[in-house]
């Protein structure tokens, strides 16, 4: 008899979470793809047919640097041959797994690019520690083929949250008294330290080395950690090496560079091309471009700028002249040292000024042209909205299927998503650094990024529904931020939105059936001022957007109104929750509708009618106060992408 076989890798969230750059996530996202993929082709090979993943997605690796495309999730499904035994199958496929992170690990001692930076013993310490058991997760389960698909998936599914909740873990390489990884606080460093009042030239030519590795000045790293930074990069011709993907910044301040490019082209270039004359003045593999910038790709693969914009950003030059000069680098705090650093660090140190002083002399130079682009264009609005999607009750779907190939169809299916997914949000100039089956993650300008959700959940359902699978929707979780906010804050934040969505589309237990209708959750983080948020149906709350938008554009709707209705809700609704939510004959609500009313037939404008209509429809929805502030954080929303449109040429 077959059987079944179920497995699910790991750590997911908390991996891809912990990840302080958008580099982090990149390769957060694709080592489980691929460890997920090197497990998967060693039950292939022993002819166990795969429901998950595809098989047509286990030919690429994921972790190569030209890999451009969507991921793999991190679930194996599949059926094991009768005369196999599924627990050896099992026991095998995760060595290989095993293997494949630990050769990734092993190969930083051989690395041109960190050599020098890493304590060679802590790197095949934690390599070895994950061959015995550290860090990757993985769960398996096991049945036998009975015949009724549907029947032995539940219980397949039940017995592999049983043997997560009975998981143990291998203890990580320690050695007391070195310092924690900035992206893990359980495992140590591997990063060579010393203290720069003691050894100030080994000290400064240890930051050449690590800006050259992508290593911001004094941060700590583990193998896994340092991994991540080393696998993000790839050579992109013209001596430029950089991303493979564009940088969170970079999509933030697309708007502003295609902006510039219409409107400043001369500028722009006069700023492009002192970077890249900077990338040529090099003193052996070291370049002082890495001080100031890295080259990233485009979004959409385009040419128009293909560097992380740091110093476009308003006040970012002086910034960085402070954080070359010598004197800061020098006043840095004490470290524990940990490695000793190549003896010849001390005489190399010395011409580590020269790279200090050309990355000070660029930035000087670039000082005039990105004030000129600021003066003339206003400086960048630098906030970024990301994105998590997720399918709605794609397990059960799965778990509904009687035979076999019915299940391999709805895989199909989502992988089909997936695979127009990824091309969807490069045309709104975002990036997807996950998109697997049903789930995705990516960040996006904020004038594209409600388009962008809208797009994803009519294809998901067209996908689902062109292979005969109903009853199922994307939800999707916004969030609207400054770009300089932590982006573990971020994910989370924009994890939590998916959830509300999911939550709002559940419906009220007395009623029958389900919602099938995709849910958007928006928040919106300001630097100044408390969070915004508004839950609604998905098409909903885009239509209105570009409403409010058009209005705004028109200035047939203002800010001014917003805090006007702000003021009358925090005047009134008090009086609302006394009467535990009662609203009815409330006179403050009646008010707010009525001001909204009378300064849309103030308007004047020849399509005022326009505005009352649509102002009409949005008090219709007002029942309480919380709809109020909904309608309000609608609008300021919609204005702030209307400005970040501006800055790009479009409305």
């Not at 769960?139 to 049983?162: C, E, H, K, M, S």
């Not at 000290?203 to 800006?211: E, H, I, N, P």
């Not at 052996?284 to 385009?302: C, E, I, K, N, Q």
């Not at 797009?455 to 969030?479: N, P, Q, R, W, Y």
Request: charge should be positive; aromatic fraction near 6%.
């Amino acid at each position: 008899m077959s059987t079944l076989v179920a497995v699910a890798l790991g750590p997911v969230s908390s991996f891809v979470s912990s990840g302080r750059r958008s580099r982090d996530l990149w390769y957060g996202s694709r080592f489980l793809s691929e460890a997920t993929r090197v497990a998967a082709l060693h039950l292939r090979a022993q002819q166990v047919d795969l429901i998950l993943p595809r098989q047509e997605r286990l030919e690429e690796r994921h972790v190569t640097f030209q890999h451009e495309r969507p991921t793999i999730s991190n679930k194996i499904l599949g059926r094991v041959p009768a005369g196999l035994d599924a627990a050896t199958l099992l026991r095998d496929a995760e060595a290989h797994a095993r293997s494949f992170l630990a050769k990734e690990i092993s190969e930083l001692s051989t690395d041109d690019r960190t050599k020098g930076l890493i304590v060679g013993a802590a790197v095949e310490a934690q390599a070895k520690a994950m061959m015995h058991g550290d860090f990757l997760e993985f769960y398996g389960a096991w049945i036998p083929d009975t015949g009724r698909f549907d029947q032995n998936l539940v219980r397949l599914l039940r017995l592999l949250d049983g043997r997560k909740q009975a998981r143990l873990f291998g203890a990580p390489a320690s050695s007391p008294g070195v310092g924690k990884s900035a992206l893990d606080a359980g495992r140590d460093s591997v990063l060579i330290e010393v203290d720069a009042r003691d050894a100030p030239d080994a000290a400064r030519w240890l930051d050449v080395l690590q800006a050259h590795a992508f290593i911001r000045p004094g941060e700590r790293l583990d193998a896994v950690g340092l991994v991540r930074r080393r696998a993000a990069f790839r050579v992109q011709g013209a001596e430029l090496e950089g991303l493979t993907f564009p940088s969170l910044a970079r999509v933030a301040i697309d708007p502003w560079i295609e902006g510039a490019r219409r409107r400043e082209p001369e500028l722009l270039d006069q700023v492009r091309d002192r970077l890249v004359a900077l990338d040529r003045q090099r003193r052996g593999p070291h370049s002082p471009l890495y001080f100031v910038t890295t080259p990233v790709r485009d979004p959409a693969g385009g040419s128009e700028f293909r560097y992380d914009p740091e110093v476009l950003f308003d006040n970012a030059i002086p910034a960085l002249v402070r954080a070359t000069a010598e004197d800061t680098r020098r006043g840095r705090p004490s470290v524990v040292t940990h490695g000793s650093p190549p003896v010849d660090f001390a005489s190399k140190g010395r011409g580590a000024d020269w790279v200090f002083s050309e990355a000070r002399r660029a930035l000087t130079d670039l000082a005039d042209p990105v004030r000129s682009l600021h003066k003339r264009l206003g400086a960048p609005i630098p906030y970024v909205a990301v994105l998590e999607a997720d399918g709605d009750g794609v397990g059960k779907l799965v778990q509904q299927q009687v035979v076999f190939g019915d299940a391999q169809r709805v895989a199909t299916a989502l992988y089909n998503f997936a695979d127009q997914a990824w091309p969807t949000i490069e045309a709104h100039r975002g990036c997807a650094y996950y998109a697997a089956g049903d789930e995705l993650a990516a960040y996006l300008p904020v004038d594209r990024a409600l388009d962008a959700a809208a797009c994803l959940a009519t294809m998901f359902k067209d996908h689902l529904e062109k292979g005969g699978i109903f009853g199922s929707s994307l939800s999707v979780g916004l969030v609207i931020a400054h770009v300089k906010d932590d982006l573990r804050v971020l994910r989370r934040r924009a994890h939590e939105a998916l959830k509300a969505a999911k939550a709002r589309r559940v419906p009220d237990p007395r009623t029958v059936g389900s919602s099938t209708e995709s849910y958007l959750a928006v928040v919106e983080l300001p630097r100044a001022g408390s969070e915004r948020t508004f839950i609604g149906p998905t098409r909903s709350l885009v239509d209105r957007h570009r409403q409010w938008r058009t209005l705004l554009q028109k200035e047939q709707l203002s800010l001014a109104l917003v805090h006007d209705l702000l003021g009358l809700a925090d005047r009134f609704s008090p009086l609302a929750d006394a009467r535990d939510g009662d609203t009815g004959g409330d006179l403050g609500l009646d008010l707010a509708k009525s001001m909204v009313g009378h300064k849309a037939l103030r308007s004047g404008q020849p399509s005022a009618a326009e505005t009352v209509q649509a102002m009409q429809a949005a008090t219709k929805r007002w029942m309480n106060w919380n709809h109020v502030r909904d309608f309000t954080a609608e609008v300021v929303v919609a204005e702030r992408a209307l400005r970040i449109a501006a800055q790009r040429g479009t409305p």
